[in-house]
């Protein structure tokens, strides 16, 4: 295998923002068929017990509230939250883990995450694209047009979608580049070269 070059700047972890209905997955999901072997998500911490066949290292590290605060105690992750009484998080060795692979890894996170990677103390600053939908109309209508959500937890979402957008058009927000996503297809060549400049496909996109 050949070594790992530390230094490629194709290494810098990517952070990717934006609304809940913005398109991060239908992106990251062509993206990654594409770039099968560039790309890896960390592995993040949580404090809930595993469910089913989940394994620790697999689909999280399952750890006890005691490990948990002790590694927000010393500088150990990278972006942490809770939610519904259990904490989850990314820790800074999660993220270099997939550098050793010799892949860029790929942070999908929300807007308390993204302020607490911008302003870590040591971390290196990775890259930030945030995804925009077109409107706040147009989100709407592709959050109730995916039919995963109740009402109640649309309103939310876009309620929420709001303050995001609104952070991301502030001063503090760290963003490198904004994508607008309103034709998918040129949206996604916006990301791509944000993520794998000029480098072509691994793998052609069979429709
Ligand atoms: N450019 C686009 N035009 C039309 N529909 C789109 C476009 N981009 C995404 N969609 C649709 O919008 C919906 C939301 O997209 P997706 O689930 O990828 O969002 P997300 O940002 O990953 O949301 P979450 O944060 O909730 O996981 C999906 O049904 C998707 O097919």
Same mark, same amino acid.
């Given at each position: 295998?050949?070594?790992?070059?530390? %230094? @490629? !700047?194709? =290494? /810098?972890?990517?952070?990717?923002?934006? $609304? *809940?209905?913005? +398109? %991060? @997955? !239908?992106? =990251? /999901?062509?993206?990654?068929?594409?770039? $099968? *072997?560039?790309? +890896?998500? @960390?592995?993040?911490? /949580?404090?809930?017990?595993?469910?089913?066949?989940?394994?620790? +290292?697999?689909?999280?590290?399952?750890?006890?509230?005691?490990?948990?605060?002790?590694?927000?105690?010393?500088?150990?992750?990278?972006?942490?939250?809770?939610?519904?009484?259990?904490?989850?998080?990314?820790?800074?060795?999660?993220?270099?883990?997939?550098?050793?692979?010799?892949?860029?890894?790929?942070?999908?996170?929300?807007?308390?995450?993204?302020?607490?990677?911008?302003?870590?103390?040591?971390?290196?600053?990775?890259?930030?694209?945030?995804?925009?939908?077109?409107?706040?109309?147009?989100?709407?209508?592709?959050?109730?047009?995916?039919?995963?959500?109740?009402?109640?937890?649309?309103?939310?979402?876009?309620?929420?979608?709001?303050?995001?957008?609104?952070?991301?058009?502030?001063?503090?927000?760290?963003?490198?580049?904004?994508?607008?996503?309103?034709?998918?297809?040129?949206?996604?060549?916006?990301?791509?070269?944000?993520?794998?400049?000029?480098?072509?496909?691994?793998?052609?996109?069979?429709?």
């Amino acid at each position: 295998m050949a070594p790992v070059d530390f %230094k @490629s !700047t194709s =290494l /810098t972890p990517i952070v990717i923002s934006g $609304p *809940s209905g913005s +398109g %991060k @997955s !239908t992106i =990251l /999901t062509r993206l990654f068929a594409e770039y $099968p *072997s560039r790309f +890896g998500f @960390s592995v993040s911490h /949580t404090t809930r017990a595993p469910r089913g066949t989940e394994q620790n +290292g697999k689909e999280y590290y399952f750890v006890s509230r005691e490990e948990f605060q002790k590694l927000i105690a010393d500088g150990g992750f990278v972006e942490h939250a809770q939610f519904g009484g259990n904490y989850y998080g990314t820790s800074v060795r999660a993220v270099e883990e997939i550098r050793e692979q010799g892949r860029t890894c790929v942070l999908d996170i929300e807007m308390e995450g993204v302020k607490q990677v911008s302003n870590h103390p040591t971390f290196p600053r990775p890259k930030f694209l945030f995804l925009s939908p077109p409107s706040m109309e147009i989100l709407e209508q592709r959050l109730r047009s995916r039919a995963t959500d109740k009402e109640e937890a649309i309103l939310k979402r876009l309620q929420q979608a709001k303050v995001e957008m609104e952070f991301a058009r502030s001063a503090e927000a760290p963003h490198d580049k904004i994508v607008v996503n309103d034709d998918l297809e040129t949206a996604y060549q916006e990301v791509r070269r944000f993520c794998v400049g000029d480098a072509e496909p691994e793998k052609l996109q069979v429709d």
